[in-house]
C-alpha cells in the first residue's frame, strides 16, 4: 500500500463525516465536498503571512516565539493524519534497500513554504542546507534522530575555495513526538541537517523563504568528517574540544534525496486574499 492510499484513506474517512449529517433518523448529502478547515493550520497560515516577507526575512524573536507556539500545540489531526494509520504502525522494512522518503506540500508562496516529510522507518534525509532560510520543524509522529551542523565562518581561512568547510556540531540525538518544534536560522541553530528516521515519522516544515535554484537557494548535499580525521594546520584542538569539530565535504545529491511527491489531502488553508 503507498502513503498515496493512505493519505486518501484519511481524506475519505474525513469525507464520509462532514458530507453526512442525521437528521429526524434520516442521513442527510451535501454536495459539492468541502475539504475542512484546521483552525491552527489555518492560524499558522495567517501567522506566516504576517512574519514572512520575502528574502532576508529572519523572524524577530517575539515572531519566533508566536510561531512556535502555533506549531507546538499542533497535532497530526491538523494535517489530516492519524496515529493509528497502518503507515504510522510499521515497525521496521524489509530488505537492505533505504526506504524513499515522501513530501507533500500545503502551501508554497515566494515568501514561505509548508509541508510534511513522511519518513518510512530507516529512512534517511541526507545531510542538506537551507541557504538564507529560517525553518521551524514539528516532528507530528513518530521518532528520528537529528545531526545538525553550522558552518564556522573563519576570515582567515586561506582555502575558501575548498570543499572542505569546518562546522560545529549543533544537535545529535533523538526526538520522539509530541515534542516541541525546533528552529535553524541561515548561520544558526544548525542550518545543516541530516534526519533518520528510528520508527516511520511525519514531520511538519515551515520554510521562510522556501528553496528556489533561480533565486541562489538550492539545496546542498554533504558528508561529515570527522575533525581528527584530517590533517588540518590551522586550528589546534584536541580531546573533547575537537569532538564538537567536523569537516563538512559537499557532495552531488546522494540517492536518498531523492522523495516522492504527494497530493496533501488534509484540511485546507483559505488563502487570505479569499477570506
Ligand atoms: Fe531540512
Same mark, same amino acid.
Given at each position: 500500500?503507498?502513503?498515496?492510499? *493512505?493519505?486518501?484513506?484519511?481524506?475519505?474517512?474525513?469525507?464520509?463525516?462532514?458530507?453526512? *449529517?442525521?437528521?429526524?433518523?434520516?442521513?442527510?448529502?451535501?454536495?459539492?465536498?468541502?475539504?475542512?478547515?484546521?483552525?491552527?493550520?489555518?492560524?499558522?497560515?495567517?501567522?506566516?503571512?504576517?512574519?514572512?516577507?520575502?528574502?532576508?526575512?529572519?523572524?524577530?524573536?517575539? /515572531? &519566533?516565539?508566536?510561531?512556535?507556539?502555533?506549531?507546538?500545540?499542533?497535532? #497530526?489531526? /491538523?494535517?489530516?493524519?492519524?496515529?493509528?494509520?497502518?503507515?504510522?504502525?510499521?515497525?521496521?522494512?524489509?530488505?537492505?534497500?533505504?526506504?524513499? &522518503?515522501?513530501?507533500?506540500?500545503?502551501?508554497?508562496?515566494?515568501?514561505?513554504? +509548508?509541508?510534511?516529510?513522511?519518513?518510512? #522507518?530507516?529512512?534517511?534525509?541526507?545531510? %542538506?542546507?537551507?541557504?538564507?532560510?529560517? &525553518?521551524?520543524?514539528?516532528?507530528?509522529?513518530?521518532? &528520528? %534522530?537529528?545531526?545538525?551542523?553550522?558552518?564556522?565562518? /573563519?576570515?582567515?581561512?586561506?582555502?575558501?575555495?575548498?570543499?572542505?568547510?569546518?562546522?560545529? +556540531?549543533?544537535?545529535?540525538?533523538? @526526538?520522539?513526538?509530541?515534542?516541541?518544534?525546533?528552529?535553524?536560522?541561515?548561520?544558526?541553530?544548525?542550518?545543516? %541537517?541530516?534526519?533518520?528516521?528510528?520508527?516511520?515519522?511525519?514531520? +511538519?516544515?515551515?520554510?521562510?523563504?522556501?528553496?528556489?535554484?533561480?533565486?541562489?537557494?538550492?539545496?546542498?548535499?554533504? *558528508?561529515?568528517?570527522? @575533525?581528527?580525521?584530517?590533517?588540518?594546520?590551522?586550528?589546534?584542538?584536541?580531546?573533547?574540544?575537537?569532538?564538537?569539530?567536523?569537516?563538512?565535504?559537499?557532495? /552531488?545529491?546522494?540517492?536518498?534525496?531523492?522523495?516522492?511527491?504527494?497530493?496533501?489531502?488534509?484540511?485546507?488553508?483559505?488563502? *487570505?486574499?479569499?477570506?
Amino acid at each position: 500500500m503507498t502513503i498515496e492510499v *493512505r493519505l486518501a484513506d484519511v481524506s475519505r474517512s474525513i469525507r464520509k463525516k462532514k458530507c453526512c *449529517r442525521k437528521t429526524s433518523g434520516k442521513t442527510k448529502r451535501y454536495l459539492p465536498y468541502m475539504r475542512p478547515v484546521s483552525y491552527r493550520l489555518q492560524r499558522l497560515y495567517l501567522s506566516c503571512l504576517d512574519v514572512f516577507k520575502g528574502v532576508g526575512t529572519v523572524p524577530s524573536p517575539s /515572531d &519566533v516565539q508566536k510561531l512556535c507556539s502555533i506549531l507546538d500545540g499542533m497535532m #497530526a489531526e /491538523d494535517v489530516g493524519l492519524s496515529r493509528n494509520l497502518q503507515f504510522f504502525k510499521t515497525k521496521s522494512t524489509t530488505g537492505g534497500e533505504i526506504p524513499k &522518503v515522501a513530501c507533500t506540500n500545503i502551501y508554497q508562496s515566494e515568501n514561505f513554504s +509548508l509541508c510534511i516529510f513522511f519518513l518510512p #522507518a530507516n529512512a534517511v534525509i541526507p545531510l %542538506h542546507n537551507h541557504p538564507g532560510m529560517t &525553518v521551524f520543524s514539528k516532528l507530528l509522529l513518530g521518532k &528520528v %534522530h537529528v545531526k545538525a551542523y553550522d558552518l564556522v565562518t /573563519d576570515d582567515n581561512s586561506d582555502d575558501s575555495s575548498s570543499q572542505l568547510k569546518l562546522a560545529s +556540531l549543533k544537535a545529535d540525538g533523538v @526526538f520522539t513526538a509530541p515534542c516541541d518544534t525546533s528552529v535553524l536560522y541561515p548561520t544558526s541553530g544548525g542550518n545543516i %541537517h541530516a534526519f533518520t528516521a528510528i520508527t516511520p515519522c511525519a514531520i +511538519l516544515d515551515v520554510m521562510g523563504p522556501p528553496y528556489s535554484k533561480k533565486d541562489g537557494r538550492d539545496c546542498s548535499y554533504y *558528508r561529515d568528517i570527522p @575533525f581528527d580525521a584530517l590533517p588540518n594546520e590551522r586550528a589546534v584542538m584536541t580531546g573533547e574540544e575537537s569532538k564538537r569539530y567536523w569537516w563538512l565535504e559537499e557532495i /552531488d545529491a546522494p540517492k536518498e534525496s531523492e522523495m516522492e511527491g504527494i497530493e496533501y489531502m488534509g484540511p485546507q488553508i483559505i488563502e *487570505r486574499s479569499t477570506l
